[in-house]
Structures are given as structure tokens and as C-alpha cells.
Nanobody
């Protein structure tokens, strides 16, 4: 099994910054991509930012220019730094890993439990 442990969420004031971390552990055969998704109350889960094993990144338009995703392949850890946070950034942030935990299974999504981010004064 793949375990994803997120940290770094909490209450942040508008205009503030935060750094989310997600460490993957357990049985991991390969990782194609890791990243972050978020879900606001009453809305569908949406992509925030992802990074491939080769370092290619993709950001949601809503966070582009004020967010940076990075990855430590040796530690199987992904980070998300967000600046100039806005109330609309509020939501549960989920770590995602797209990969395989054994050679016998297809590439698939694995999810963390989520960490709450609240942006409020």
C-alpha cells in the first residue's frame, strides 16, 4: 500500500503564505507524478498543481504566479508553496500520487487524507 501523509495546513490571513508537504511511503514501485488537489465546500475537487518525476509542472490558472510546486525524489516528498493567499483558496488540500505500488498493477491514483486550509482574517 501507498501512504501519503500531508502537513502544513491551517489558518492563514489573506495575503499570507503557507507551505504544504506530502511524504509518500509504503510499497512504491514507481511514481509518475505527484501533486495537490483541493476541494472547497460544495464544489468538486480540482487540480492545484502537479509535478512529474522529470520536473515538469502544471498549475491551475487560479494559483499560477503565486504558487510553486517542488519535489524531492529521493524522499518521495512533494511541496507546495502558496503566496498571497485569498479567501477562495480555502478548502481541503489533498496530496495525489500517480504511480504504481507494485509491478503487477496499472498506474493509478493514490490520495492522502487531506489537510484543511482556511484563509481568513
Amino acid at each position: 500500500q501507498v501512504q501519503l501523509v500531508e502537513s502544513g495546513g491551517g489558518l492563514v490571513q489573506p495575503g499570507g503564505s503557507l507551505r504544504l508537504s506530502c511524504a509518500a511511503s509504503g510499497s512504491i514501485f514507481s511514481i509518475r507524478r505527484m501533486g495537490w488537489y483541493r476541494q472547497a465546500p460544495g464544489k468538486q475537487r480540482e487540480l492545484v498543481a502537479v509535478i512529474t518525476s522529470g520536473g515538469n509542472t502544471n498549475y491551475a490558472d487560479s494559483v499560477k504566479g503565486r504558487s510553486t510546486i517542488s519535489r524531492d525524489n529521493a524522499k518521495n516528498t512533494v511541496y507546495l508553496e502558496m503566496n498571497n493567499l485569498k479567501p477562495e483558496d480555502k478548502g481541503v488540500y489533498y496530496c495525489n500520487l500517480w504511480g504504481r505500488n507494485t509491478i503487477a498493477v496499472p498506474t493509478q491514483d493514490y490520495w492522502g487524507q487531506g489537510t484543511q486550509v482556511t484563509v481568513s482574517s
